[in-house]
């Protein structure tokens, strides 16, 4: 019985391939929880938002490699 | 004419005759010149080297107590003085082929060059091929013997002889976990094109590089009630203490550490250090939440959306790390957090 874990990332498509079972997917590469484009405090409140979204990942079952959104994501 | 090579020959106790059910439980023995297949693969060494003797071990003998099989080989290594040590082949026998494996790990070791030969999948190519031995891929049956002879010969003189080898596809071997530079002559960009031109046209092509596959790890059942749970952080960012004390590399990291941010609402710009080689640490400097997002979670701790975050972060650097570091890593970090009670884990990326 393993320990759910929940990868934060932008590179979701190595995460699949790798095999890891819950990704939540946003930030750039260089800072997974950061938003330095926006004023601090709007930062904090999306960090807060992301790390909501990595529970909500830790509280789903999944079967496979699953990929989690957080809202107005922006990929790299 | 070059000095001809001394050979020691491993097999497991079925190919070297003795049979029945005596035959798993051999141990260790010591035979001058070659026995069984041994002969084939003198034939096939043509001259160019000498079975000087045999060693022989049952399968299951060796699997109860292969640390003593190894203590009596290497003895016999010290003894016989090889300049090449041969196991096998193996084929798909499980037991013959992890024995295999593991003595020529052990002979490699000692700078003894070895060559063994088993079909891709026996358990003892996954387990050493990243450890990048040399294993002659073999049909899966004895079938194949004389050409895997014939093929180990081949490869065993070369090694001998500290002649230059050539690629797994020319040898014969398994692709062992190395990658070799080439300069080609033509561009990269000129391949890619070309190789992306045959692949539209449903021509066939030959990819320089293949894509390795990972284990399939069964998911972990979700936690029924976070506001309970015990949730711990554990990051490859490389995300330090100022100063980095426990020496993170900046790649190919074979150790990992861990730092306490108990009584800690956030992680304080300056106190800490961003040592991953493969990311541009600007903004995590400025704001370290921004990589190990402490400020956050400890706001869902606050708020019982979380029931506690573990008071220690782990660490380590994901950057150019070899698969089997990074294991054995992730393995003594689950073993922590098991330890301590984790229930959930949060793992930044980058």
């Known amino acids: ?76 | 004419m070059a000095d001809v090579l001394r050979v020691v020959h491993y097999l497991n106790a079925f190919f070297g005759g003795v049979g029945g059910e005596a035959e798993a439980h051999t141990p260790v023995s010591v035979h001058p010149g070659a026995l069984g297949p041994g002969r084939l693969l003198e034939q096939a060494l043509a001259g160019q080297g000498q079975v000087v003797a045999t060693l022989m071990c049952g399968d299951g003998y060796f699997a109860d107590q292969e640390e003593a099989v190894v203590e009596h080989v290497q003895a016999h290594w010290q003894t016989l003085k090889p300049d090449v040590f041969i196991a096998g082949p193996a084929f798909r026998s499980g037991r013959y082929g992890l024995a295999c494996g593991r003595l020529c790990l052990e002979a490699e070791r000692l700078k003894i060059p070895a060559v063994t030969g088993m079909h891709v999948e026996n358990p003892g190519s996954d387990l050493y091929r990243p450890e990048h031995l040399y294993i002659i891929a073999t049909e899966a049956s004895a079938v194949g013997m004389r050409p895997a002879l014939e093929r180990m010969a081949a490869l065993a003189i070369k090694r001998g002889r500290c002649q230059p080898i050539g690629t797994a596809a020319e040898e014969g071997f398994l692709s062992r976990a190395v990658r070799r530079t080439v300069h080609t002559g033509t561009p990269a960009a000129i391949r890619a094109v070309d190789m992306a031109l045959k692949k539209w046209r449903g021509e066939p092509y030959i990819s320089e590089l293949t894509v390795e596959t990972f284990e399939v790890i069964p998911p972990a059942p979700p936690l029924s009630d976070p506001s309970k749970a015990l949730v711990a952080l554990v990051t490859e960012a490389g995300l330090v203490r100022k100063g980095n004390p426990d020496r993170l590399p900046a790649a190919a990291a074979t150790h990992w550490a861990s730092y306490h941010v108990g009584g800690m609402d956030r992680l304080v710009a300056g106190e800490w250090d961003a040592v991953h080689g493969g990311y541009d640490n600007t903004a995590a400097l400025q704001d370290p939440n921004r990589v190990v997002p402490l400020d956050a979670l400890r706001e869902l701790e606050r708020d019982g959306v979380i029931g506690k975050l573990l008071d220690d972060v782990f660490v380590t650097v994901g950057n150019m790390g070899s698969l089997n570091a990074m294991k054995r890593i992730g393995a003594e970090i689950a073993a922590m957090l098991v330890q301590r009670g984790v229930q959930a884990v949060v793992l930044p990326a980058t």
Do not use: S
């Not at chain 1, 990332?9 to 800072?31: D, E, K, Q, S, W």
């Not at chain 1, 990595?54 to 496979?64: D, E, F, G, K």
């Open chain 1, 1 to 76: 019985m393993g320990i759910p874990t929940v990868l934060a990332t932008c590179l979701y498509t190595v995460a699949t391939r790798v095999g890891a079972n819950r990704i939540v997917r946003g930030g750039r590469f260089h800072h997974p929880f950061g938003a330095p484009e926006k004023p601090q405090a709007e930062e904090y409140v999306w960090r807060r938002k992301f790390v909501e979204q990595t529970m909500h990942a830790l509280c789903t079952p999944v079967q496979q490699p699953t990929v989690f959104d957080v809202e107005d994501a922006v990929l790299v």
